[in-house]
């Protein structure tokens, strides 16, 4: 299937590693221009040897830590005249409301809520002037299945749901689509970092971090391949008539009783 994508650009936050990693190789690989934004800058110029080398694509890197907002702006502004957006960067902690301080909850929503915000802000601005564009956020499951164990992330997430809703059902009337996806649990760093303080938690002991794993649909975690091939089905034109909705990836999970 062609999706169309090729000569396009695309600019994609957290894109050093895990999912965004992966939905960048995925759109380079349609033949898209990536720019690449994350905070470690060896980390970047490493996905980016590894694009170049498999897609030859035009790649260009922004070390940059997007919970600064005068830093989101010169991201928008050096990448200029994107067609596609990838809301990617977070890094929101796991806890319960007495462990998650407001300047831990704070920080944390910097990056991830309002840098989701402000960056779409400043992009689709530029989107909406030309009559074409495409927004896609990657969310996550505790947005739509709460979890008072990862409060901040669950309050966050469900606001970043009604924030590309709600925007997500005007933009098209200026020819933008602002679409969003619920990861579930899925193979990264990230998500080991998390199910080890669940498991710390549940069993006095990191390490059993796996066990959390053995009920899941299929009995396994998802790859970001796997979340980065929907990401460039919804970002492409076989995606045209999708706009401020969600997909969930989690093979089920949010499906199942209890």
Not at 9 to 29: C, M, R
Not at 35 to 46: F, K, M
Not at 113 to 135: H, S
Request: aromatic content about 6%; hydrophobic content about 45%; proline content about 2%.
């Amino acid at each position: 299937m062609d999706l169309n994508l090729a000569g396009r650009t695309a600019l994609i936050t957290g894109a050093s590693k895990g999912i965004g990693l992966a939905v960048a190789q995925s759109l380079a690989e349609e033949g898209c221009a990536v720019h690449l934004a994350a905070r470690t800058q060896a980390d970047l110029e490493s996905a980016r040897d590894r694009i170049v080398q498999a897609h030859g694509v035009e790649v260009t890197i922004h070390p940059t830590d997007l919970s600064v907002s005068a830093n989101v702006l010169a991201l928008a502004e050096a990448a200029g005249d994107i067609d596609i957006l990838v809301n990617n960067a977070g890094a929101i902690p796991g806890g319960d409301i007495a462990q998650i301080d407001e300047a831990t909850w704070r920080a944390a929503w910097d990056l991830k809520v309002f840098g989701y915000v402000n960056l779409t802000r400043a992009v689709y601005e530029r989107m909406k002037a030309r009559g074409k564009g495409a927004i896609v956020n990657v969310i996550g499951l505790a947005g739509e299945r709460f979890d008072a164990d990862y409060i901040a992330g669950s309050t966050g997430n469900a606001g970043l749901m009604g924030f590309t809703r709600a925007l997500g059902g005007a933009s098209a009337d200026h020819g933008v689509r602002v679409v969003g996806v619920n990861p579930g649990y899925i193979a990264t760093d990230r998500m080991t970092t998390l199910l080890k303080r669940r498991a710390q938690d549940s069993f006095g002991d990191q390490s059993r971090w796996r066990e959390l794993l053995k009920d899941l649909p299929m009995g396994r975690a998802g790859e970001p391949e796997e979340v980065a091939a929907v990401v460039t089905f919804l970002a492409s034109d076989r995606a045209s008539f999708i706009s401020g909705t969600i997909v969930t990836l989690d093979a089920g999970l949010s499906a199942r009783a209890g």
